[in-house]
């Protein structure tokens, strides 16, 4: 493939991208309302909103695994304005001796992760405009490794949300100085890990209101041990993951002191290594102690069941969530966990390979799964995409989570090869409608243009970015451009938003479930989590799409520290900020 | 040849077919008399068969489609071709582009073979199979469901259809389609396959019915014994019964085999596969079945493939110390560090067949080398550790199980080794402050535990003992029953013995020299009769490892390299 000009690339999805663009043009120059790409549920607005990222996988025809696989982006509030901020991760040269004059597709430079600060415009009419500025520069952030993910979060409760960002090589701790900079914090805190991460999480796990630092860690892909990877033809092919062993994952207790510990043994989360893509952590069992999901390629999925003393238990065999129901590993990627089956409990759905399916696992309460996967209908949806970030978002806020599915192929995909394509993976993103009966329907025809590009997705965070109270989605496309999908229809069914902050610190309460009570309809539950997709990092506010039964008698919160508190009269179409200790205890 | 593959998939689109052997039969297959055959003279709709692009792939690879997509235009070139032979040309073709996984225009190309045989079984067989492993189960269903028409008796097809009907949630369907597979071929006697039977298990499972899946589950079992994936699909049976002890004991005899579907047709695919990846495969196959001079045989013919492969050679290398060739194999390792001397690999195999050739030495400095290239690799600092220890270069030894302890944080034997080593230099103080850190980050460790108390008890540096904690270790140890009993006999009684009670300890150490003894182990006997002694004149032991314990000479263990061909993604 080397000697392909990016141009090429480029005009492979040139008229499809010009389409998009210009519908998006056209709605953001109208009114709302009357904008016939009204109808699209989602619009692309990258780049007319100042987003002009494009990754870069290094790939130079040597068909190294690590690049395919990335990357990530956050949305996460990191000037505590009030709105969210963008990082996206960026990729670097690979292999040995190599730099970026080798790359198949040349770079966009500089070569970095870059962060975009947001500064939309809200309008008293509730349109936006959107703005992004990219003040990489001023940050001080100098993302410059092979980038594969990010979590963000405050770990050190000094009320500025920080970042972590994951690599195929070291990883980078990068604490926010509240001032706009961040500071390269990784040796001092402790939180080194050297090797092939993805996605990461931060979880308040022994509940000491600090937050800790979960790791996910991949496989041990070398340059200097190459594998015999091949195509039943004979022709170069990327490696599986089970080309390769799997690298432990890691588990960081927080000292309190802007240190970490690295409980990684002790804990027995490093007990067992399976090559890990994607982790969501949530209250599984409904035992007030979090848990924690993590997504393998090609081997079991782990359940790290909490036992309340500092060390986890992988239950996820019994708990039916390890295995496809004929009982095989699939390629587990990305991850999401929700109540999706509107009972109060969490959850999971899982992406995975072409050829197999995405799973839905129905949580009895207890921590038991059912394979749900194609009762949903999900799986007959997912048959034929290789899914890495997924959500349950509630994109058209009628009280049920749906999913939206980002998809990209790892492996040649030999129509497009036929055609000439230099980067044949592309696929088509996905959404899929619950209609609250326990199934879903595949609504992609009429999610937007943009769900008819063919891209190489990967990454994708979550958010409200307008504020209008409904979900956005960002997302990096592998050598190729970011996305930011603005939601063009939830905002007009009644919704309550919150954020959920600590009583002593300000931050957000990663781990905490809050439900709606509602009169005649059923109880809404959402959890604070900023985990889950695929190396990336969403919007920790909750978000409750309430469809045609506005009326709320009650918000509960659940606290990570174990206790219940409510309020009642708390405002429609705003977030809220509820700080623990401010509602009534409830006994 | 090559304009004849040019023009091939323009002139597909519409081919009058003079069909002159209308009916006629096509080696496997079996036209049923319901069905019409192609008529004479008909003019056949084909579709575009897309060649498949062949960069990068292996030549001799490139060969056989070539000759293939030849063979097919030769065959349309004849303006007398029969429809059949036109039929069997475009299947053939399909064949070898499906051999070599460009599914897509195999697909195509069966569709063409269809539409001109459409009394070809195996021509919608293959079009349904393609259509299932990409995911367009409904266009393989109506594959199917054409190949069941013609020949309705055989099992695996319906075994297709059922599983097909399972994936598409058809559950009522897929039932019906593996009860009837339980029937044998062409008879109304039942004859159940285990795949037949776990399929009714899937079934019942899925609808609830536990009892009926139970039974099938444990029929296929009693059938197939060797498909251990049943054993998952019993774990959850249990599950939904509440029976927890019985999930348990499923999930720990799960397994990843399937039970059999024996399906000729796709086994004749694998059988045209020619170049490099059918030498791998084949290479792998005579490894893991212990062949090792076929596998040379495989290798080398690879390596005349393609004598820049690297990892040829290092496979090669591997099957002939494999075969006891320890010097053929090193120089063909030699030759793959010829071609990449950064191959850190390469260089770590080279220690291992050094070791086994008696020459320590050498094997230290491959793995040195391969540290150097790349720090990273646990296998060579753990080796090297070893051979380090072995030589008495115990701080050196040390340090290179410090490396692995750090690379593998639940690395517990590396942790332990570290310790011996700084026991070995006589420091025991480090000694016991590194298997106190381990046993604080491996607390379940049995050996850790064993050595730690072992030390606290009899180590000759009385501000390292600790007498009281040593036996409380070691007696929960032995309470537990966890790790080797005999190591932990023997650190009891020394524990005892350090706390004054000699007689105990000596009765101890009385009784494991008699079960040494007994088992014909009299040199272990004798070391132990030295610490007998000691208690029978109630002096405590301050030598915790002997010298020649076998602990400090740990033989590096010949690491099991890989020849498989690696599960490429496409695969998966």
Same mark, same amino acid.
């Given at each position: 493939?080397?000697?392909?000009?990016?141009?090429?690339?480029?005009?492979?999805?040139?008229?499809?991208?010009?389409?998009?663009?210009?519908?998006?043009?056209?709605?953001?120059?109208?009114?709302?309302?009357?904008?016939?790409?009204?109808?699209?549920?989602?619009?692309?607005?990258?780049?007319?909103?100042?987003?002009?990222?494009?990754?870069?996988?290094?790939?130079?025809?040597?068909?190294?695994?690590?690049?395919?696989?990335?990357?990530?982006?956050?949305?996460?509030? %990191?000037?505590?304005?009030?709105?969210?901020?963008?990082?996206?991760?960026?990729?670097?040269?690979?292999?040995?001796?190599?730099?970026?004059?080798?790359?198949?597709?040349?770079?966009?430079?500089?070569?970095?992760?870059?962060?975009?600060?947001?500064?939309?415009?809200?309008?008293?009419?509730?349109?936006?405009?959107?703005?992004?500025?990219?003040?990489?520069?001023?940050?001080?952030?100098? !993302?410059?490794?092979?980038?594969?993910?990010?979590?963000?979060?405050?770990?050190?409760?000094?009320?500025?949300?920080?970042?972590?960002?994951?690599?195929?090589?070291?990883?980078?701790?990068?604490?926010?100085?509240?001032?706009?900079?961040?500071?390269?914090?990784?040796?001092?805190?402790?939180?080194?890990?050297?090797?092939?991460?993805?996605?990461?999480?931060?979880?308040?796990?022994?509940?000491?209101?600090?937050?800790?630092?979960?790791?996910?860690?991949?496989?041990?892909?070398?340059?200097?041990?190459?594998?015999?990877?091949?195509?039943?033809?004979?022709?170069?092919?990327?490696?599986?993951?089970?080309?390769?062993?799997?690298?432990?994952? @890691?588990?960081?207790?927080?000292?309190?002191?802007?240190?970490?510990?690295?409980?990684?043994?002790?804990?027995?989360?490093?007990?067992?290594?399976?090559?890990?893509?994607?982790?969501?952590?949530?209250?599984?069992?409904?035992?007030?102690?979090?848990?924690?999901?993590?997504?393998?390629?090609?081997?079991?999925?782990?359940?790290?069941?909490?036992?309340?003393?500092?060390?986890?238990?992988?239950?996820?065999?019994?708990?039916?969530?390890?295995?496809?129901?004929?009982?095989?590993?699939?390629?587990?990627?990305?991850?999401?966990?929700?109540?999706?089956?509107?009972?109060?409990? &969490?959850?999971?759905?899982?992406?995975?390979?072409?050829?197999? %399916?995405?799973?839905?696992?129905?949580?009895?309460?207890?921590?038991?799964?059912?394979?749900?996967?194609?009762?949903?209908?999900?799986?007959?949806?997912?048959?034929?995409?290789?899914?890495?970030?997924?959500?349950?978002?509630?994109?058209?806020?009628?009280?049920?989570?749906?999913?939206?599915?980002?998809?990209?192929?790892?492996?040649?995909?030999?129509?497009? !090869? @036929?055609?000439?394509?230099?980067?044949?993976?592309?696929?088509?993103?996905?959404?899929?409608?619950?209609?609250?009966?326990?199934?879903?329907?595949?609504?992609?025809? @009429?999610?937007?243009?943009?769900?008819?590009?063919?891209?190489?997705?990967?990454?994708?965070?979550?958010?409200?970015?307008?504020?209008?109270?409904?979900?956005?989605?960002?997302?990096?496309?592998?050598?190729?451009?970011?996305?930011?999908?603005?939601?063009?229809?939830?905002?007009?069914?009644?919704?309550?938003?919150?954020?959920?902050?600590?009583?002593?610190?300000?931050?957000?309460?990663?781990?905490?479930?809050?439900?709606?009570?509602?009169?005649?309809?059923?109880?809404?539950?959402? @959890?604070?989590?900023?985990?889950?997709?695929?190396?990336?990092?969403?919007?920790?506010?909750?978000?409750?799409?309430?469809?045609?039964?506005? &009326?709320?008698?009650?918000?509960?919160?659940?606290?990570?520290?174990?206790?219940?508190?409510?309020?009642?009269?708390?405002?429609?179409?705003?977030?809220?900020?509820?700080?623990?200790?401010?509602?009534?205890?409830?006994? | 040849?090559?304009?004849?593959?040019?023009?091939?998939?323009?002139?597909?689109?519409?081919?009058?077919?003079?069909?002159?052997?209308?009916?006629?039969?096509?080696? =496997?297959?079996?036209?049923?008399?319901?069905?019409?055959?192609?008529?004479?003279?008909? *003019?056949?709709?084909?579709?575009?068969?897309?060649?498949?692009?062949?960069?990068?792939?292996?030549?001799?690879?490139?060969?056989?489609?070539?000759?293939?997509?030849?063979?097919?235009?030769?065959?349309?070139?004849?303006?007398?071709?029969?429809?059949?032979?036109?039929?069997?040309?475009?299947?053939?073709? $399909?064949?070898?582009?499906?051999?070599?996984?460009?599914?897509?225009?195999?697909?195509?190309?069966?569709?063409?073979?269809?539409?001109? =045989?459409?009394?070809?079984?195996?021509?919608?067989?293959?079009?349904?199979?393609?259509?299932?492993?990409?995911?367009?189960?409904?266009?393989?269903?109506?594959?199917?469901?054409?190949?069941?028409?013609?020949?309705?008796?055989?099992?695996?097809?319906?075994?297709?259809? $059922?599983?097909?009907?399972?994936?598409?949630?058809?559950?009522?369907?897929?039932?019906?389609?593996?009860?009837?597979?339980?029937?044998?071929?062409?008879?109304?006697?039942?004859?159940?396959?285990?795949?037949?039977?776990? $399929?009714?298990?899937?079934?019942?499972?899925?609808?609830?019915?536990?009892?009926?899946?139970?039974?099938?589950?444990?029929?296929?079992?009693?059938?197939?014994?060797?498909?251990?994936?049943?054993?998952?699909?019993?774990?959850?049976?249990?599950?939904?019964?509440?029976?927890?002890?019985?999930?348990?004991?499923? +999930?720990?005899?799960?397994?990843?085999?399937?039970?059999? #579907?024996?399906?000729?047709?796709?086994?004749?695919?694998?059988?045209?596969?020619?170049?490099?990846?059918?030498?791998?495969?084949?290479?792998?196959?005579?490894?893991?079945?212990?062949?090792?001079?076929?596998?040379?045989?495989?290798?080398?013919?690879?390596?005349?493939?393609?004598?820049?492969?690297? #990892?040829?050679?290092?496979?090669?290398?591997?099957?002939?110390?494999?075969?006891? *060739?320890?010097?053929?194999?090193?120089?063909?390792?030699?030759?793959?560090?010829?071609?990449?001397?950064?191959?850190?690999?390469?260089?770590?195999?080279?220690?291992?067949?050094?070791?086994?050739?008696?020459?320590?030495?050498?094997?230290? /400095?491959?793995?040195?080398?391969?540290?150097?290239?790349?720090?990273?690799?646990?296998?060579?600092?753990?080796?090297? /550790?070893?051979?380090?220890?072995?030589?008495?270069?115990?701080?050196?030894?040390?340090?290179?199980?410090?490396?692995?302890?750090?690379?593998?944080?639940?690395?517990?034997?590396?942790?332990?080794?570290?310790?011996?080593?700084?026991?070995?230099?006589?420091?025991?103080?480090?000694?016991?402050?590194?298997?106190? =850190?381990?046993?604080?980050?491996?607390?379940?460790?049995?050996?850790?535990?064993?050595?730690?108390?072992?030390? +606290?008890?009899?180590?000759?540096?009385?501000?390292?003992?600790?007498?009281?904690?040593?036996?409380?270790?070691?007696?929960?140890?032995?309470?537990?029953?966890?790790?080797?009993?005999?190591?932990?006999?023997?650190?009891?009684?020394?524990?005892?013995?350090?706390?004054?009670?000699?007689?105990?300890?000596?009765?101890?150490?009385?009784?494991? #020299?008699?079960?040494?003894?007994?088992?014909?182990?009299?040199?272990?006997?004798?070391?132990?009769?030295?610490?007998?002694?000691?208690?029978?004149?109630?002096?405590?032991?301050?030598?915790?490892?002997?010298?020649?314990?076998?602990?400090?000479?740990?033989?590096?263990?010949?690491?099991?390299?890989?020849?498989?061909?690696?599960?490429?993604?496409?695969?998966?």
């Amino acid at each position: 493939m080397t000697g392909i000009d990016r141009r090429d690339f480029v005009k492979q999805f040139g008229t499809a991208i010009a389409a998009a663009m210009s519908r998006s043009r056209s709605l953001y120059a109208a009114s709302p309302a009357a904008s016939p790409a009204d109808q699209d549920i989602f619009t692309d607005r990258a780049k007319e909103s100042g987003i002009d990222f494009v990754h870069f996988n290094g790939m130079s025809g040597s068909h190294y695994h690590p690049e395919v696989m990335g990357s990530g982006v956050a949305l996460f509030d %990191y000037d505590n304005d009030g709105d969210l901020d963008i990082f996206i991760v960026q990729g670097a040269a690979l292999g040995p001796n190599q730099d970026v004059s080798h790359a198949t597709f040349p770079p966009q430079l500089p070569l970095r992760g870059r962060l975009y600060r947001n500064d939309s415009i809200r309008h008293p009419d509730g349109s936006s405009t959107l703005k992004f500025v990219d003040v990489t520069e001023q940050s001080g952030i100098k !993302a410059l490794g092979y980038g594969m993910g990010v979590a963000a979060a405050d770990f050190n409760n000094d009320g500025w949300v920080d970042l972590y960002i994951t690599n195929f090589g070291h990883n980078q701790m990068w604490r926010n100085n509240g001032d706009g900079t961040f500071t390269d914090v990784t040796l001092e805190s402790g939180t080194d890990v050297p090797g092939w991460s993805c996605s990461a999480a931060f979880v308040d796990y022994d509940r000491d209101g600090w937050l800790d630092l979960f790791v996910g860690n991949y496989v041990d892909f070398r340059f200097t041990d190459p594998k015999k990877c091949i195509a039943p033809s004979g022709a170069a092919d990327y490696c599986g993951p089970l080309a390769f062993n799997p690298l432990p994952n @890691r588990l960081f207790r927080n000292r309190r002191d802007g240190t970490f510990e690295d409980v990684t043994v002790r804990s027995q989360i490093g007990s067992a290594s399976h090559g890990a893509l994607g982790v969501v952590c949530a209250d599984f069992n409904n035992d007030g102690w979090i848990d924690l999901f993590v997504a393998n390629d090609m081997r079991p999925n782990q359940l790290w069941m909490n036992q309340r003393d500092g060390t986890f238990k992988d239950e996820a065999l019994v708990a039916g969530c390890a295995l496809n129901r004929d009982g095989a590993p699939q390629s587990s990627m990305g991850v999401d966990a929700g109540d999706l089956m509107g009972r109060g409990f &969490e959850d999971l759905v899982v992406t995975n390979l072409n050829g197999q %399916y995405a799973y839905v696992y129905a949580n009895d309460g207890k921590g038991w799964f059912e394979d749900q996967s194609f009762a949903s209908g999900v799986a007959a949806a997912t048959r034929r995409s290789t899914g890495f970030a997924v959500s349950m978002l509630d994109y058209d806020n009628d009280g049920w989570l749906d999913l939206l599915m980002v998809n990209g192929g790892v492996t040649l995909i030999e129509e497009q !090869a @036929r055609k000439g394509s230099p980067y044949p993976l592309a696929q088509s993103n996905l959404l899929l409608h619950n209609n609250g009966k326990g199934q879903f329907e595949n609504v992609t025809s @009429r999610a937007g243009s943009v769900f008819s590009l063919m891209e190489v997705g990967r990454g994708a965070a979550f958010g409200d970015i307008d504020n209008d109270g409904d979900i956005d989605v960002v997302l990096v496309n592998n050598s190729g451009p970011a996305r930011l999908l603005v939601n063009n229809v939830g905002h007009k069914k009644p919704w309550i938003g919150f954020r959920m902050v600590g009583d002593k610190y300000h931050r957000d309460m990663l781990g905490t479930r809050v439900a709606v009570f509602r009169r005649n309809a059923p109880t809404l539950w959402r @959890r604070v989590h900023a985990d889950g997709s695929y190396c990336s990092s969403s919007d920790p506010r909750v978000l409750f799409g309430l469809g045609d039964s506005p &009326e709320i008698t009650k918000v509960q919160a659940h606290w990570v520290g174990g206790h219940v508190e409510e309020w009642t009269g708390l405002p429609l179409g705003k977030y809220t900020t509820l700080r623990e200790g401010s509602g009534s205890n409830k006994s | 040849m090559k304009t004849a593959s040019r023009w091939l998939p323009l002139i597909l689109l519409a081919v009058t077919v003079h069909d002159h052997a209308a009916g006629s039969q096509t080696p =496997g297959s079996q036209p049923a008399s319901s069905q019409p055959a192609a008529n004479s003279n008909n *003019k056949v709709e084909l579709g575009e068969v897309p060649p498949p692009d062949l960069s990068g792939v292996d030549p001799p690879v490139q060969e056989h489609i070539r000759t293939a997509q030849a063979a097919l235009a030769a065959t349309l070139a004849q303006p007398n071709s029969s429809a059949a032979q036109r039929s069997q040309a475009f299947g053939d073709l $399909g064949r070898i582009y499906q051999a070599y996984g460009f599914d897509g225009a195999a697909l195509a190309a069966y569709k063409n073979a269809a539409k001109l =045989g459409p009394q070809t079984f195996r021509w919608h067989y293959y079009s349904g199979y393609l259509q299932q492993i990409t995911g367009d189960l409904e266009a393989a269903q109506r594959s199917y469901q054409k190949a069941q028409a013609l020949r309705p008796n055989d099992r695996y097809i319906m075994l297709r259809l $059922g599983n097909l009907e399972f994936a598409a949630n058809h559950l009522a369907s897929a039932k019906s389609w593996f009860s009837k597979s339980t029937f044998a071929k062409s008879t109304t006697e039942r004859n159940p396959s285990a795949a037949a039977l776990a $399929g009714l298990g899937k079934v019942a499972l899925a609808e609830h019915q536990y009892a009926n899946a139970l039974k099938y589950f444990e029929e296929a079992l009693k059938r197939e014994p060797q498909a251990s994936s049943i054993h998952y699909q019993l774990a959850m049976t249990y599950r939904a019964l509440g029976n927890v002890p019985k999930m348990q004991e499923q +999930l720990q005899a799960r397994g990843d085999i399937d039970p059999t #579907i024996d399906d000729p047709l796709l086994d004749e695919i694998n059988t045209l596969k020619q170049g490099k990846v059918a030498l791998l495969e084949r290479g792998g196959k005579a490894m893991r079945e212990k062949r090792f001079a076929d596998a040379v045989a495989d290798y080398r013919q690879m390596i005349s493939l393609d004598p820049s492969d690297v #990892i040829a050679y290092r496979y090669l290398g591997v099957a002939l110390a494999k075969s006891g *060739k320890n010097g053929e194999a090193l120089q063909e390792y030699e030759h793959a560090l010829q071609l990449d001397p950064k191959n850190a690999a390469v260089h770590y195999s080279m220690g291992i067949v050094s070791i086994e050739m008696g020459k320590e030495e050498n094997a230290i /400095a491959h793995f040195r080398e391969a540290i150097r290239l790349d720090p990273g690799l646990v296998d060579p600092h753990f080796q090297l /550790a070893n051979l380090l220890l072995r030589a008495e270069k115990n701080e050196e030894a040390g340090r290179e199980y410090q490396i692995v302890a750090g690379l593998e944080p639940q690395n517990g034997f590396a942790r332990l080794m570290q310790a011996m080593a700084a026991i070995r230099a006589g420091d025991y103080a480090r000694g016991r402050s590194i298997l106190e =850190g381990a046993s604080a980050a491996i607390p379940g460790d049995p050996d850790i535990a064993n050595a730690l108390a072992r030390l +606290l008890a009899a180590a000759p540096d009385p501000s390292v003992r600790d007498e009281a904690r040593a036996l409380r270790i070691v007696e929960q140890l032995v309470q537990n029953q966890q790790g080797d009993g005999f190591e932990e006999g023997v650190t009891l009684a020394m524990a005892l013995a350090s706390v004054g009670r000699f007689k105990e300890a000596a009765g101890y150490q009385q009784a494991i #020299i008699a079960e040494l003894e007994h088992s014909r182990k009299s040199d272990l006997a004798r070391l132990l009769s030295k610490n007998l002694d000691l208690y029978e004149h109630s002096k405590p032991c301050r030598v915790p490892w002997a010298n020649d314990d076998p602990v400090f000479s740990p033989v590096s263990s010949k690491i099991e390299l890989s020849t498989e061909l690696k599960t490429p993604a496409s695969s998966r």
